[in-house]
């Protein structure tokens, strides 16, 4: 074995790094996922981290998520650190929308203007959250994915430029001393054919389980995004009886 790895060349030495990088993410992803919650466990984590945000408010429910694993707690922590970023947003602007407020009033608007004023931050907070779940979700699910598909579409193209090189060599022994002897052009043709078996062998199977995996992330990404959009619909709700106290 390992005088066929030699005859390859020095480009096996790539092809052996993406060999071991793409089997360890994919040891890693299948590990991954094989410890997602199911729908169950999930409504039971997301009931817990409501009922702490309720009881105990947001800084205990950071202190929670942070101590805990898992995709849920992941997606968590980023809207927490999201709506915090968009509290303080509020807050900065909030005498600019009490100006338009105001005006609106002035105009002829009423309460109405305020009420719509008020309903226009809550979609636009409300929107911000639903694009951090997807997000948080897809950076969870699919960490690694982009490594996986590069080293798919990579590998065949090293065992690609393997070939071409061994053909040079061999090109050059014919020329340097005939084709008398066929052991004068067997180091190229065994460079060539080895590093080309070698780029489809690693590529093959990466693609196969890249695609898999994708599916799998895909599939994985409806169900978590339910539970991360609940837990923000208790964010907003929570944050605005804080509000009013």
Known sequence: MWEIIKSGGPLMVPLIGCAVLSLTFIIERLWVF????DRDQAQQQLSQ?????????????????????GVLNYVFAALLMRYDTLMLEQREFRETHEEIAQLSEA???????RYMEMRQELADLKEE???QTEEA????LGKHLPVLNMIGNITPLLGLLGTIIGMILAFESIAAVGTGDPKVVADGISQALVTTASGLIVAIPTVVAYGYLARKAELFLGH??????????TLITAGRRRNKK
């Open 224 to 233: 978590v995004e339910v539970f991360g959009h609940a837990f923000s619909n």
């Open 34 to 37: 094989s410890r997602l919650p």
């Open 107 to 113: 105009g002829g608007g009423g309460q109405i203007g």
């Open 137 to 140: 979700s897809r950076s969870y």
């Open 49 to 69: 981290i409501e009922a702490s945000l309720v009881d105990r408010g947001v800084e205990a429910v950071v202190e929670e998520v942070n101590q805990g694993k």
């Open 129 to 131: 959250l639903v694009v």
